[in-house]
T-cell receptor, first 116, second 105 residues
Framework: GAVVSQHPSWVICKSGTSVKIECRSLDFQATTMFWYRQFPKQSLMLMATSNEGSKATYEQGVEKDKFLINHASLTLSTLTVTSAHPEDSSFYIC????????????FGSGTRLTVV | LAKTTQPISMDSYEGQEVNITCSHNNIATNDYITWYQQFPSQGPRFIIQGYKTKVTNEVASLFIPADRKSSTLSLPRVSLSDTAVYYCLLRELVFGTGTRLLVSP
């Protein structure tokens, strides 16, 4: 089946620093990937749609200069949280869909970001 | 925006059948109904998808009435490991509040 790998699984960083999260489709090509954020006990919230070779599309209220998305290849999208602050601490999840799949989207295992 | 409504939580016991119903009164003609399962600190996992009537796979069944304004995910003989949050989606990218299922011994 389609596999999406996300790295790192958890990260702790200091306020003001930047953190990069990688999302890879291991056995399929993904022209589009999606980034979500999930706070404790809450549902997933779509942040942005990552498009290979072009600019990402951000959902309303998501700061594009703070959450930089790069989708340089058909198997890799990265999310960089710039100048992180404690309120950015959350669970970040990516997803993609294999063209051959007729069974929904595949999600990464998520990245737990803690900003101290 | 396609809105779904699910019970916030449900309790069950091992070996029982669990049915989680999702209401989606404003479902569009081209909307499919997809259910995902999420364990703590993990990404959601696809369970099942359907358009109408009944769909069954190795882990669950999905019942969709003719008017498609609701759907029911049926988990046969749940085990402790089925404790998770279950999400019903119309638009693949839009997650509702989900149903937190707790399975007890």
């Amino acid at each position: 089946g389609a596999v999406v790998s996300q790295h790192p699984s958890w990260v702790i960083c200091k306020s003001g620093t930047s953190v990069k999260i990688e999302c890879r489709s291991l056995d399929f090509q993904a022209t589009t990937m999606f980034w979500y954020r999930q706070f404790p006990k809450q549902s997933l919230m779509l942040m942005a749609t990552s498009n290979e070779g072009s600019k990402a599309t951000y959902e309303q209220g998501v700061e594009k200069d703070k959450f930089l998305i790069n989708h340089a290849s058909l198997t890799l999208s990265t999310l960089t949280v710039t100048s992180a602050h404690p309120e950015d601490s959350s669970f970040y999840i990516c997803s993609a869909r294999a063209d051959r799949a007729n069974y929904g989207y595949t999600f990464g295992s998520g990245t737990r970001l803690t900003v101290v | 925006l396609a809105k779904t409504t699910q019970p916030i939580s449900m309790d069950s016991y091992e070996g029982q059948e669990v049915n989680i119903t999702c209401s989606h009164n404003n479902i569009a003609t081209n909307d499919y109904i997809t259910w995902y399962q999420q364990f703590p600190s993990q990404g959601p996992r696809f369970i099942i998808q359907g358009y109408k009537t009944k769909v069954t796979n190795e882990v669950a069944s999905l019942f969709i009435p003719a008017d498609r304004k609701s759907s029911t995910l049926s988990l046969p003989r749940v085990s402790l490991s089925d404790t998770a949050v279950y999400y019903c989606l119309l638009r693949e990218l839009v997650f509702g509040t989900g149903t937190r299922l707790l399975v007890s011994p």
